[in-house]
């Protein structure tokens, strides 16, 4: 027998029955709730008893146990959950304990109302505590994780030579498909600035932005551009290349692509990299979890706003409507 609580969802005071709410359980979409007889009310509570044979069922609500021996009816009911008998109560308790720590579901609309009402707010207000708690060990978990996999990665990479041994300066630097111009002007932000191990591992994307003061920069590595250009995006970029590439040999191969012009575009630049990237999505993929992509590049464009802004002051970005 389950323990229940719901409300009076209709009441034929001619046959003397109706049905009831459920609230921990749904109730399959055919049925109008449990089935309950006037009979079960009046054992306990005959004012309640003769309210409903007036007809006057709206608001009405109480504490059930339902009896599915043959179908699912109700057998008792208590106005007060202090009145349920102790094992049931406890059973119950049990159970909206369990709920609040099951972070795997959402917490449902009722159960702050129902755990004041089963064990006080300040029991409430614990289990609501030890909620955020296992949230936040799962994500630190998940965090550390994460981090041990890059980290892994990183050390792979550079088991044979020492970090400060990768230097931008000696990276053979091939602009095809660039206008010739921009070969001579592009400033490649150096990596010495970015922390994120992500920020080490060849491949992804480079990105060449060329701003309307004659400024070009040029961003390497980069995993998800769209994200990663709309961390800094100040209004005053001209236009913007893009090349993709898997492999030391696609490196010097891959040309760069004119991703968006501000003077033929309609769309944001990031929408332009969005569609990019679905045209490259399966010529390159490092992970497949796209929340590590999206929040690595977040960080990693903060990185290069503060490096840009250090490096060239506040004019990098000028002032604009």
Known sequence: ???EFGCVQEYNTKRGFGFVSRTFKSINRHKSGVWFHITVVKCNYPDLARELDTGSSNNVSFWYEIDSNEREKVSRIWLDVKDIPDKQRNDL??????RWRNIDNSTPDWLDQVTVALVGQLRKDELDQERRKIVRERKEAKE?????????????????????????????????????HLAHLVLWVNRVSRTHPWSHI????DVVVEYRDGHARGYDWIKKPSVYIRSFFAGEILRVYVRTYNNEHEYFNAPFEEVWNSETSNEMPWES???????????????????????????????????????FGEDVFPDHD
């Open 144 to 180: 550390q994780e994460q981090r041990n996999i890059l980290e892994s990665y990183l050390e792979e990479f550079l088991r044979d030579e020492k970090p400060n041994q990768v230097d931008d300066e000696k990276i053979k630097r091939v602009y095809i498909g660039l206008p010739e």
């Open 93 to 98: 308790v049990a159970h909206i304990e369990h």
């Open 1 to 3: 027998m389950d323990i």
């Open 202 to 205: 060849p491949g992804g994307s």
């Open 273 to 311: 990299l969005e569609k990019f990237e679905r045209r490259k999505q399966n010529q390159y993929v490092l992970y497949e979890d796209n929340e590590i992509d999206i929040s690595f590049d977040i960080q990693e464009g903060t990185e290069h706003l503060q490096w840009l802004l250090s490096e």
